[in-house]
């Protein structure tokens, strides 16, 4: 089928379901169509926002609620981090026995890749102990 003769409804039927083939035959059964993938892509960004978010509001609640009194938030940055990891290996661990149950990466430790990743680590845990650094009232100059 020539290029030209293609109408713009065909043509925007082909970018929503991924395809290259007009017919939308060939790779519509190989790949997920764009609509789902974009649907997928919102839903993974809008989780993450929402427990970003929560995270947050947990954190003001625990370091700066006068009922608790905690003030220590190096130990609140610990304990997040910690369960995220046990949370990764427990979905790790569920992915290797149910394969069709979860889909999440297998964990092993490439200390070359560990290495590379360790000043963004850093800084990410320092934003974590800074942020709840500045949740405390008294903390606030």
């Not at 919102?42 to 006068?66: G, R």
């Not at 949370?87 to 569920?94: F, I």
């Amino acid at each position: 089928m020539n290029r030209a003769s293609l109408k713009r409804s065909k043509i925007l039927h082909m970018a929503l379901m991924g395809t290259s083939d007009p017919s939308g035959e060939a790779e519509a059964s190989q790949e997920k169509p764009f609509v789902l993938r974009a649907l997928q892509i919102a839903l993974v960004v809008s989780l993450y926002w929402v427990t970003s978010i929560s995270m947050v509001f947990l954190n003001k609640y625990l370091l700066d609620s006068p009922s608790l009194r905690l003030d220590t938030p190096i130990f609140v940055t610990f304990y997040q981090c910690l369960v995220t990891v046990l949370l990764c290996k427990g979905l790790s661990s569920l992915a290797t026995c149910c394969p069709g149950t979860v889909d999440f990466p297998a964990l092993h430790l490439d200390l070359k890749v560990a290495r590379s990743v360790l000043p963004l680590s850093v800084v990410f845990i320092g934003m974590i102990t800074f942020n709840n650094l500045c949740l405390i009232k008294t903390f606030i100059f």
